[in-house]
């Protein structure tokens, strides 16, 4: 039961930061070298998809760490370092989570509503980039959780 809650924590976890890293430095920068036209054409299947694939995938990572965290006893270390590190990840990838559905996700579907071309598409565009930014600078502290936390942390 432990290495199938390891297996998928890991999994899911290794497939967001990879997504974000992957949106960062890749997608966004190769989106934004396209005329306006081809953003729009780009973006909107591109944030449906990526809502049906984060969004589980989120779900899982955060199930899984407080699966995994109960399973191993947590709940009788809250009070410890080890324990305030769990806990802060459970409230990061909250976080996250509500960030990725509640603040990136409605900013890609106003993006659908503006003119490709315009000067709000632009500051739109710039803005979801500024996001996915965010996200990854939050993720990446959240990683840095994960590593203590397996060193006992």
């Known amino acids: 039961m432990l290495m199938l809650l390891v297996g998928i924590h890991v999994l899911c976890g290794v497939f967001w930061l990879g997504s974000v890293l992957f949106a960062d430095f890749v997608l966004m920068p190769t989106i934004t070298s396209l005329d306006p036209q081809n953003?729009?054409?780009?973006?909107?299947?591109?944030?449906?998809?990526?809502?049906k694939a984060m969004?589980?995938?989120s779900f899982f990572t955060l199930l899984s760490g407080i699966t995994l965290g109960i399973y191993t006893g947590i709940l009788y270390k809250l009070s410890t370092p080890y324990g305030w590190t769990w806990i802060a990840?459970?409230?990061?990838?909250?976080?996250?989570?509500?960030?990725?559905?509640?603040?990136?996700?409605?900013?890609?579907?106003?993006?659908?509503?503006?003119?490709?071309?315009?000067?709000?598409f632009a500051k739109q565009f710039s803005?979801?980039?500024?996001?996915?930014?965010?996200?990854?600078?939050?993720?990446?502290?959240l990683f840095v959780f994960m590593v203590l936390m397996r060193f006992g942390l």
Do not use: C, D, H
């Open 39 to 51: 953003q729009a054409a780009v973006m909107e299947p591109l944030g449906k998809r990526a809502s």
């Open 89 to 120: 990840s459970i409230v990061i990838t909250g976080v996250l989570m509500y960030w990725g559905a509640g603040v990136i996700n409605p900013a890609e579907r106003k993006l659908k509503s503006l003119t490709p071309g315009t000067p709000e």
């Open 127 to 141: 803005r979801i980039k500024m996001l996915i930014m965010t996200e990854l600078f939050a993720m990446l502290i």
């Open 55 to 57: 969004i589980p995938v």
